[in-house]
């Protein structure tokens, strides 16, 4: 063995003998080394096969090594485990949206302003939610459920009749005050008496004393507000529902007749388009005792005969022109008459065709030949060129038809036989064509 003096400062160092290789270690690894010799220098270097061992139950912080020939992954591994598959909702990303359709179910269900509707859009949204994996399935149900619960309650209204009920008291409500409806025959009293309008209606039993009794009701149409003066022409029909609800009107009081109630601009923007027809007394606080009803069923068969035949001519009568005097409509009055002539040729034809009984059949013949009389004069006006040549048939023909010439014929058939006071005779146009009601 030699000792080799220390090389002194700044002197060239000659070849060094090479290291002793482990007896186990592999050219290749010698070649590595010898490239790399910071290697032998570094114990902590991974690199280095003669560094110390990692402590026992110390992880490696990069993982297992990759085997050979398979690329190591780039970067660390994540600290969450693999990724996620695809179509998997990520718990750290954006979250799954909410169905808007179950939202809208939901809205429509509290607010109940379109019942339905909720549970058609919650049926639809379910199965969205299902296919798409969206949420929003409590809120699908929840809408489903309370639109559901009001269409229920829709239909109950309305199959009940509690819509039409509620509808129908608001309408009473804004007619003039009124706090009831009325129907065909109820009888009643109103504080402020009968008038075109009622106020304070209060329904009574028609046995005792009350101040109208209702014949009829109709409804107009339209949209807008016709108008009082058209409302009030329609509230003529009224005379036409008072034959069939009181079919003798002789039967009747003297002060009592027809009134219409009809509905109001206010009350006919919510609806009402209703008339009521009244037949009740228009004296000042004037009353009526009973019922006034006497349909056709409380008739026999040959009063309804007569009645029916006498009608015919009262109808005919009460289609008077407006004008009273006949120099201011000549062509109103001439037609007027022409309806009359007719209506006569058919009453008396009724009267003559009828079998009427043994007690009945003098009289109500006699009536027949007085109502042919009347008719020739009626239809002579009619043709009148002038005022003059009408007023002296129609005199004459409005004589032919006084009541009093019916009263053997109704005695005969059981009838009231005191006829109504409209006047005496030649007071008036307005009186004598009132007088030729038989």
Sequence with gaps: MSI???????????????????????????????????????????????????????????????????????????????????????????????????????????LCCL???????????????????????????????????GLALAVLLFTTGAVDRAWR????????????????????????????????????????????EVIGTFKLRGNAYPGDDAV???????????????MDGWALPDDVDVYPVTPTKESWSLGDREVTCVLGSLTDGGTVTGSLRAEESAFDAHQVAYLKAAHVLDAAMDSAPDATEVEDDLPGHKAWARRVSTALAESSRSLRAHPWPAT???????????????????????????????YAPYDDGLTLLDPRAAVPARKALKLATTPPDFGAPGEGDDTADENAKV
């Design 4 to 110: 080799s003096p220390a090389p002194e400062p700044g002197e060239p160092q000659g070849p060094s003998e090479p290291s002793p290789q482990p007896p186990d270690a592999s050219p290749q690894e010698a070649q590595q080394e010898a490239r790399n010799p910071q290697a032998q220098q570094d114990p902590q270097n991974p690199q280095n096969p003669y560094r110390a061992p990692d402590p026992y139950g110390t992880p490696n912080p990069y993982g297992s090594p990759a085997p050979y020939g398979s690329p190591a992954p780039y970067g660390p591994p994540s600290p969450y485990g693999p990724p996620a598959p695809h179509g998997t909702p990520n718990p750290y990303g954006t979250p799954t949206p909410v169905n808007p359709l179950a939202i809208a179910s939901l809205i429509t269900g509290i």
């Design 169 to 212: 008291d608001v309408k009473d409500g804004v007619r003039e005050g009124a706090s009831l409806s009325l129907v065909k025959g109820d009888c009643f009293d109103a504080d402020d008496g009968p008038k075109d309008t009622i106020d304070g209606i209060r329904t009574v039993p028609c046995a005792g004393k009350h101040e109208g």
């Design 232 to 246: 009030e022409d329609a509230g003529e029909r009224c005379v036409g529902l008072r034959y069939a609800y009181a």
């Design 360 to 390: 009945a059949r003098a009289p109500l013949a006699a009536l027949a030949t007085r109502m042919d009389k009347a008719r020739a004069r009626w239809d002579e006006a009619a043709r009148a060129t002038d005022a003059d040549a009408f």
């Design 115 to 149: 019942p339905g509707v909720g549970l058609l859009l919650g049926l639809i949204a379910l199965p969205q939610i299902r296919r798409r994996g969206q949420r929003g399935r409590a809120a699908a149900v929840v809408g489903s459920v309370l639109s559901g619960t």
